[in-house]
């Protein structure tokens, strides 16, 4: 398939350095392409709002997923993406399960180099600034009636963004979820089935009326072994060992998650994925063999937990500073990502 282009008349102002909340701006072009009966139709065009029927199944099953990764740019001018086709192929895992076709891996990636090599010149460059991509895809089928939609729209849009911690890297309460849950066996939770996210706000907006940032789910039938954050997985650091619970259908696979289990093998450390109790994360705390804890997600990359609160406890970790090894994960991580220390694992992507 080919890709047709149409260039923007009226280019839009880029936002004021320094100044770039998350999420707020976005390019001058995006990428479209449609499905009926087969994917077609692909189109990088000017970013604009579009149509869409008030029947539309998306507007009333939710039939919808996205994806979430960034481009960097590098203090020689490259341009580097970071594992893209893992979230390819992450997001046809979710088109799957929401029973939406499938995405050609290898076109949908030509199709982002494409795009972000047009809109190179809103790629951030102050110092961990990049440019967030937002791939989704949405079911446009006008019809009522709950069946799998017969057409869709593939879409990818961009978002320059600034330092997650614009004063440096900072720990984070967080809020041990012991009524609503994510996910559970069976489910989507896997996925990034936009669904998942709406399910999520109660509980988040609850953790935030007490002051916390994110809430940490626990499995959804014994509310006894945890899952991971609202948008990171989590990992602790025991006696030594780093410890993330196991994949399972209830657990998004972070690519993050994967990246620093990889670096932390590479170092030589223990890594164990298995069932992980509240419980023993409290003993462990009670016992001083808690030595940190901290989320990881491509927004944040390392997100220091500095204190969790379950079930009227709040334990404090490493005093809500930032441990060793976080910090040090958070740097060669972003250090890959930026071009600054050689990528030995293949991760990153030039465009
Ligand atoms: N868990 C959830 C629920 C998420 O939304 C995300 C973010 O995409 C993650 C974990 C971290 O995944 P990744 O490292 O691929 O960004």
Redo the contacts with the bound molecule.
Sequence with gaps: MTIKTTITQTFKPKPPKGDISFGKNFTDHMFIMEYNSGWHSPEIKPYAPFLIDPAAMVLHYGQALF???KAYKTDDGRVLLFRPR??FL?LNSSCDRLCIPQVDVDFALTALLELIKLEQDWIPTDELTSLYIRPFIIATETALGVHPSHSYKFMIILSPVGSYYPGGLSAVPIYVEDDYV?SVRGQA?YT?ASA??ALSLKAQVKAKEKGYIQVLWLDGVHQKYID??????IFFKINGKIITPALESA?????????VIQIAKKWGYEVEERLVEIDEIYKAHADGTLEEVFG????AVISPVGELYWEGRTITINDSKIGAFSKRIYDELTGIQYGKIADSFGWTVEV
Excluded: F, H, Q, W
């Design positions: 994806e979430g990764l893992d979230n992450r994510r939770g990034k998942n996210y991971e954050v609202g948008a990171m997985n657990i998004l696979p972070g690519i993050t998650r994967d990246s990881t997600g491509t927004a």
